[in-house]
C-alpha cells in the first residue's frame, strides 16, 4: 500500500500513442529503492493485483528525459 512504500502521490495515464498505447506512471516517494522493495514484498491483497496486471500490461521501457521538476517548500 502506498503507506508501506513510502508513497505520497501516484498516477496512472493511459495514452492513446502512433505505435500503441503507452503507460504513463509517476510515483511521488522519498526513497524509489526503498519504494521498489516494499512493492516488492508486500503481502496486501491490492498490491498482489497490481503487481499481477503491470506484468501484462508492460512492455519494453523507453527513454524518458525530465523537463520540470516543482517542489514547494515551506508555505508560498
Same mark, same amino acid.
Given at each position: 500500500?502506498?503507506? $508501506?512504500?513510502?508513497? &505520497? ?7 492513446? +500513442?502512433? $505505435? +500503441? ?15 521498489? &522493495?516494499? !512493492?516488492? !514484498? ?8 497490481? &503487481? &499481477? =496486471?503491470? !506484468? =501484462?500490461?508492460? +512492455? $519494453? ?11 514547494? =517548500? +515551506?508555505?508560498?
Amino acid at each position: 500500500m502506498l503507506m $508501506d512504500e513510502g508513497c &505520497r502521490h501516484e498516477q496512472a495515464y493511459l495514452i492513446d +500513442g502512433a $505505435d +500503441g498505447p503507452v503507460l504513463v506512471y509517476v510515483m511521488e516517494v522519498a526513497e524509489i529503492e526503498q519504494s521498489e &522493495r516494499a !512493492a516488492e !514484498a508486500s503481502e496486501h491483497p491490492i498490491d498482489a493485483d497490481h &503487481r &499481477r =496486471v503491470m !506484468a =501484462v500490461a508492460l +512492455g $519494453d521501457r523507453v527513454p524518458a528525459e525530465l523537463l520540470l521538476d516543482l517542489t514547494v =517548500v +515551506g508555505p508560498p
